[in-house]
């Protein structure tokens, strides 16, 4: 089971590293949020994959009486969810209101913060 | 629950039972602080007059915590620790402030508490409106959670709230420039920590803990060692995307002097330094099976940093831009402190016979980075001060500065020698400690371009230095003859100015409110600055950077205090022993 989600998880990373390759900065989001997926799926491998047993130590006993899921990845992907979604929320805005001030979601076409042809240095004094 | 049941376990063994000691809370106090009075300011952002004194009150106290922990934690040796919830390490999260952090932290604080106060002189109306000061607070919670953490996820999420206050921060303004600055600073970051994210799952899925003492005892002991070099890797992309380290510095000179000035001098001073120390903290104490394997990687990435950070401030006018460069040319000068430091390979917890090639290396680099800090700051808060009196951020217009401030100028001076690496300033010891480390260690070629890289800053800044100060002020077309000092119209200068008058800066108040409408002509205050008069400097301005100075000379002098600080911190770092003893307990 293993491997045929690290096989998805390998095409979660080609999808978002295809977007973010774009010319587009909405494309380039989308890959972002599609290799936050990617890193969740990832982690959530990497803790092994158990059957839906809760981590629950009945009375009496000291240990679980049998292997339990991995509680930990969960919780990670649970934080990297809400910051990522919060994140990505951000962006959106950001990139839509660099939109509406340049005119352009083009990556070649905004160039307002490093004007090419901006001055020269001097050469002496 | 132990009372419900008449089998009551053994909390002992999954606790800390002992209440932790009171001197133990100051780990956790800049990070809840700060979480709080972030909190308490977006409360009272209707209260604009608020903000600046509780911000600055809140960092003032920052100072005091961190300095009291740093002093504690080099009292002892040992690093304070706290774990969150009782639980026992590695299962709760520890926060663990050795030398290293501690230090990180309470310069990172000083140089916060000085931004603040000179923002408190210089921000508009508006600016402090829509956030400041809430958002250096809470980002300075980020910075000081990330330094402070004992736990690889935690670093994470610290690094993403830093990230989210940063990212308030740069777009404060809203220019187009701003924007666009913001865009790629957003998204390379966003991505760095992305790739840190893989790593930490990765390393996770290895060794089974997120702890870092525990990742520490794990990573040596793991039988195939083949898997964690990838992974290694990894973390080497992800931090050196955070610290701007060459081929992915490119996000850096195009985003930091978009913003407001205080908000760029906070951004260079510490997040750049953020991603050094993670690097160190995870190649040099975490892998250091790895480290050897990287160390030519990671010293080849360190020369070509500074190569490109120093030609790339030569290559610049706007004095914002050439400071951009200099902080990657200083990154470049850290990483090859942690390449040569962990070139010397790894070290048996314990053996301390093995330390000794490392080590001035890697005291280096921790003393350059608390060094960069301070004076990357203050040289970013003059730059603001120097377009404040100026009108412009361009060396082709500004001039004649030293007949209008020549206290300015010489706290000018003491920078540009300071970060140039010239005596007697905080430059020079680091410098000397890696130069020496670089030739113990055989490779005189990369003592050389650490030197070669100090001459060229020399060359950048001295050439400004000339340009700003000590030439004649340029006629300039269009000057109104008389000096405008319209304190609203300079303050503004400072969040949206361009490269010139008239240029197209169309400032876009966010929510549509009319702020934006007095920013879009500095070409008013573009004037003869020898014939009109001079605009006021306001005091809390000029006091930030008299207390940067102030530290970069004081520990100039008298740097053996702070060696002796970088002296332990390596010993921490390159010898986990203590580390390990101290957050999991026992036997090492």
Same mark, same amino acid.
């Given at each position: ?125 | ?207 089974? $803990? ?15 060692? *083949? ?82 950070? /120093? ?12 400071? *951009? ?18 070139? /010397?390979?790894?070290? %048996? ?15 280096? %680099? ?154 879009? /002509?500095? +070409? ?28 970069? $000379? ?14 332990? +911190? ?19």
């Amino acid at each position: 089971m293993e491997q045929a989600l690290a096989i998805l998880d390998g095409f979660f990373f080609a999808a978002g590293i295809f977007m973010l390759l774009s010319n587009s900065l909405i494309r380039v989001l989308i890959g972002i949020a599609i290799l936050g997926n990617a890193v969740n799926l990832l982690i959530f491998t990497a803790g092994r994959l158990v059957r839906e047993v809760p981590p629950i130590i009945p009375r009496g006993a000291e240990i679980p009486p049998a292997l339990i899921a991995n509680p930990l990845p969960q919780a990670l992907i649970l934080t990297a969810i809400v910051i990522s979604f919060s994140l990505f929320a951000f962006m959106l805005v950001l990139v839509f209101r660099s939109y509406q001030a340049l005119g352009s979601d083009a990556t070649d076409r905004i160039g307002d913060a490093e004007p090419r042809d901006g001055v020269k240095p001097p050469v002496g004094y | 629950m132990a009372g419900t049941s008449d089998s009551a376990p053994d909390l002992a063994g999954a606790l800390v039972l002992a209440p932790p000691l009171p001197g133990d809370w100051l780990v956790i106090a800049p990070v809840a602080g700060g979480i709080l009075t972030g909190a308490l300011l977006l409360m009272l952002r209707r209260y604009p007059r608020l903000q600046a004194p509780i911000a600055i009150g809140f960092l003032l106290a920052l100072v005091v915590i961190t300095g009291a922990l740093l002093a504690r934690t080099m009292a002892t040796g040992a690093p304070v620790v706290m774990t969150m919830g009782r639980w026992l390490p590695p299962y709760g999260i520890t926060f663990a402030a050795d030398a290293l952090g501690a230090a990180m932290a309470f310069v990172s604080s000083i140089a916060a508490l000085c931004v603040a106060i000179y923002a408190a002189g210089s921000m508009t109306g508006s600016e402090r409106r829509y956030g400041f000061f809430p958002f250096l607070v809470l980002m300075m919670s980020g910075v000081c959670g990330a330094f402070l953490t004992g736990d690889l996820f935690n670093l994470y999420v610290w690094f993403e709230v830093l990230l989210i206050g940063s990212f308030g921060l740069i777009v404060l303004g809203n220019s187009r420039r701003q924007l666009d600055g913001g865009v790629r600073y957003a998204l390379l970051n966003l991505l760095a920590t992305t790739f840190f994210l893989i790593a930490t799952g990765y390393l996770y899925a290895l060794v089974g $803990t997120l702890n870092m003492a525990d990742i520490a005892v794990r990573a040596r002991a793991l039988d195939d060692q *083949g898997p964690i070099y990838t992974i290694t890797a990894l973390f080497i992309l992800a931090f050196a995307m955070k610290a701007a380290a060459f081929p992915l510095n490119f996000w850096l000179p195009a985003s930091y002097h978009t913003p407001a000035t205080a908000t760029s001098a906070i951004f260079a001073g510490l997040l750049t330094k953020v991603g050094a120390y993670a690097l160190m903290r995870v190649l040099i104490m975490l892998l250091p099976v790895q480290q050897t394997a990287f160390a030519d990687a990671v010293i080849v990435i360190a020369m070509l940093t500074m190569i490109t950070g /120093s030609l790339g401030a030569l290559a610049q006018s706007d004095i914002r831009r050439i400071l *951009g460069y200099l902080v990657i040319s200083g990154i470049g000068i850290i990483i090859a402190g942690i390449g040569l430091a962990a070139h /010397s390979g790894a070290v %048996a917890p314990g053996d301390a016979a093995t330390l000794r090639g490392a080590e001035p290396a890697m005291a280096g %680099a921790i003393l350059y980075s608390l060094h960069s800090m301070i004076v990357i700051t203050g040289l970013y808060l003059l730059a603001g001060l120097i377009g404040r009196i100026g009108g412009s951020f361009e060396m082709s217009r500004l001039g004649g500065l030293y007949g209008s401030s020549p206290l300015l100028a010489g706290f000018a001076l003491i920078l540009v020698f300071s970060v140039s690496g010239l005596p007697p300033f905080t430059g020079f010891w680091p410098k000397l400690l890696l130069t020496r480390a670089a030739l113990i260690d055989g490779r005189w070629w990369l003592a050389a371009i650490i030197l070669a890289t100090g001459l060229m800053t020399t060359i950048a800044l001295g050439r400004a230095f000339a340009q700003i100060f000590w030439r004649n002020a340029p006629q300039m077309a269009g000057s109104t003859g008389e000096g405008d000092t319209d304190p609203t119209a300079l303050a503004s200068l400072d969040a949206s100015s361009d490269t010139g008058p008239g240029a197209d800066i169309v400032a876009v108040a966010i929510s549509g409110t009319d702020e934006g409408t007095d920013r879009d /002509s500095p +070409a008013a205050i573009f004037t003869d600055k020898t014939a009109g008069p001079v605009p006021d400097l306001r005091p809390a301005s000029l006091i930030a950077i008299a207390i940067l100075v102030a530290l970069t $000379t004081v520990f100039g002098l008298l740097p053996m205090p702070t060696i002796a600080i970088a002296d332990t +911190a390596t010993f921490l770092l390159l010898d986990p022993s203590v580390y390990i003893r101290a957050v999991l307990g026992g036997a090492p």
